[in-house]
């Protein structure tokens, strides 16, 4: 697969491809396509478990801050948050590009 052909855009082919062949290249072809099915799942999963992380350091930086705060301990947690901030305002514009 070439990096600028999507996954989606690989599974059209394929599945376009499959109608005109005989049975040994038809079994081949689904074999394809289930391999790029997987390849997708992977994909998603990974994604949702770099976000599960993403959300849970996020909140622990949260409650630090919020800690640190309530305890007089203002610039150690005025620089947590603000570490925090621009992590997420750099992720955001990192998205965008």
Do not use: W
Not at 23 to 40: A, M, N, S, T
Not at 69 to 91: E, F
């Amino acid at each position: 697969m070439s990096e600028e052909e999507s996954p989606q855009s690989e599974l059209t082919r394929v599945s376009a491809k499959i109608s005109g062949l005989n049975p040994i290249e038809r079994d081949l072809d689904k074999l394809d396509l289930d391999r790029i099915e997987r390849q997708e799942i992977r994909a998603l999963s990974f994604r949702r478990l770099g976000m599960t992380f993403g959300l849970i350091c996020f909140l622990t930086c949260i409650g630090s801050f919020t800690y640190l705060v309530m305890n007089g301990h203002d610039k150690p947690a005025y620089a947590i948050l603000g570490a925090t901030v621009l992590g997420i305002i750099s992720q955001m514009i990192k998205a965008k590009l």
